[in-house]
C-alpha cells in the first residue's frame, strides 16, 4: 500500500516525538510491504517565526493532498505569556480543525495493568478503564462569535441540528462496536445550546436500539469521572465540556503522556497525542512519545491497516510492561525519548526477540 501521511511537528516536543511515530510508521512499512511518503509543514509558534502565519497556505495545502497527517503539539511561553499578542499559535490549530472539516475529536482513555501505581486514583478504581470520548471539534464557544468593549466581553455558543447529528452518528456506532453504552454530557438545565443536543441525540438514539444511552450534566460527569470511571464507555459532548472533560480523563491512567487522539473529517484526518508542547522538555530528550506513537495506531486503523495497528499497540503495552518508559512514567530517571522508540520499533521488527532483559534494563537497541 502507498500513503501520503502530512508531518506537522509543530512547538516544544512536538518534532521529538513526532520523530519517534515516524520511526514506527517506517518500521511497519518496512515488515508489512509499505509505503509511506512524509511531507513537512510548519504550524504554530515556528510557523509564526518564519512566516508570520500560524497555518499557512502550504501547510494546509499538504493536509489537504495527505491521505491523513500526524501532527505533534503547538504553543510557545512567548505567546502564552503575552495576553496583548495578537497573532498566536492556537489559532493555526483552530483553523486547521475549521479548514478542513474536522468535526469530530477522538480521544481513547485507557488504564494500563502496569501502570497503575502511576493514577492519583485508587487502583480498584482505576483497573479496568477503558473509554473514548467523542467531542464535537469545529462548533461551539471556540468558535462562535466573540467582541469585548474596555469592560465587558462575550463569546457566543451555537449549534446547529447538523453539526450535532454528524458527530452522534459516530459516536453511536463506536458504541455498537463497543460496550453497547453512549454517555452524553451537556448542561440542559441551563444552556439552550445543551437542550438542543439532548433533543436531537434522543431522538437519534431510536436509530440505534441496541445502545443505551445515558444523559448526564457536566458537573456531575466531572464528579462522577473521579468516583466511578469505569462507569463510561462512550462519551459524547460538545467542543468546551469535551476539551476539558477529556483532559480530565486523561491523567486517569497516570500520564498524558499516553493518550492519542484522532480529529476525523469526510475527507481527511489528523493524528496528534493529547499533551501539549511542554517547552520547558525541548530537546532534552525525556519527553514521553507513546502518546504520539498510539496516535500512530489510530492513523493506522483510519488507512484500514488493522493488523499494523495492533502490532504497534503490542508494542507499546511490551514497552510499558518491561519499564521502557521515560521518565514521567519511571521511579528513576527512565530511558530518552528515542530509546523508548526504538525499544517500540524493534518490537514491531522482531517481535519477542527484540531484546534480553539486560538490553532492556539498559536502553539498548537490538537493530543492527
Not at 501539549?276 to 488507512?303: E, F, K
Amino acid at each position: 500500500m502507498k500513503k501520503k501521511i502530512g508531518v506537522l511537528p509543530g512547538d516544544g516536543i512536538g518534532p521529538e516525538v513526532v520523530a519517534e511515530g515516524i520511526k514506527v510508521l517506517d518500521a511497519i512499512a518496512s515488515r508489512f510491504g509499505h509505503k509511506f511518503t512524509y511531507e513537512y509543514a510548519l504550524v504554530g509558534a515556528a510557523a509564526i517565526d518564519e512566516t508570520g502565519n500560524p497555518l499557512p497556505d502550504e501547510t494546509l495545502a499538504v493536509c489537504k493532498r495527505s491521505d491523513a497527517f500526524l501532527f505533534g503539539a503547538i504553543g510557545h511561553p512567548k505567546y502564552d505569556n503575552d495576553p496583548s499578542a495578537k497573532v498566536r499559535p492556537e489559532q493555526g490549530l483552530l483553523k486547521l480543525r475549521k479548514e478542513l472539516g474536522l468535526f469530530a475529536n477522538i480521544r481513547p482513555v485507557t488504564a494500563y495493568d502496569s501502570l497503575l501505581h502511576m493514577s492519583p486514583l485508587k487502583v480498584d478504581r482505576v483497573m479496568g478503564v477503558d473509554f473514548v470520548v467523542y467531542r464535537e471539534l469545529t462548533g461551539g464557544i471556540y468558535f462562535g462569535e466573540k467582541g469585548r468593549t474596555e469592560d465587558t466581553a462575550y463569546d457566543h455558543c451555537t449549534y446547529s441540528y447538523a453539526e450535532i447529528e454528524r458527530i452522534a452518528h459516530l459516536a453511536f456506532k463506536a458504541a455498537q462496536n463497543r460496550k453497547k453504552k453512549l454517555t452524553l454530557i451537556d448542561k440542559a438545565n441551563v444552556l439552550e445550546t445543551s437542550r438542543l443536543w439532548r433533543e436531537k441525540v434522543t431522538a437519534m438514539a431510536k436509530e440505534y436500539p441496541d445502545v443505551t444511552l445515558d444523559c448526564m450534566f457536566v458537573d456531575n460527569a466531572a464528579m462522577q469521572m473521579i468516583q466511578n470511571p469505569k462507569q463510561f464507555d462512550v462519551v459524547l459532548t460538545e467542543n468546551m465540556f469535551g476539551d476539558i472533560i477529556s483532559d480530565e480523563a486523561s491523567v486517569i491512567g497516570g500520564s498524558m503522556g499516553l493518550l492519542p487522539s484522532a480529529s476525523v473529517g469526510n475527507k481527511t484526518a489528523m493524528f496528534e497525542p493529547i499533551h501539549g508542547s511542554y517547552p520547558q522538555a525541548t530537546d532534552q530528550n525525556i519527553a514521553n512519545p507513546i502518546a504520539t506513537i498510539l496516535s500512530v495506531a489510530m492513523l493506522l486503523d483510519h488507512l484500514n491497516l488493522i493488523d499494523e495497528a495492533i502490532e504497534v499497540r503490542q508494542a507499546v503495552n511490551a514497552s510499558l510492561h518491561n519499564g521502557m518508559v521515560t521518565q514521567d512514567l519511571s521511579k528513576g530517571q527512565g530511558f530518552g525519548t528515542d530509546r523508548v522508540g526504538d525499544f517500540i520499533v524493534n518490537h514491531i521488527l522482531d517481535g519477542e526477540a527484540s531484546g534480553s532483559q539486560n538490553n532492556i534494563q539498559v536502553g539498548l537497541s537490538t537493530i543492527i
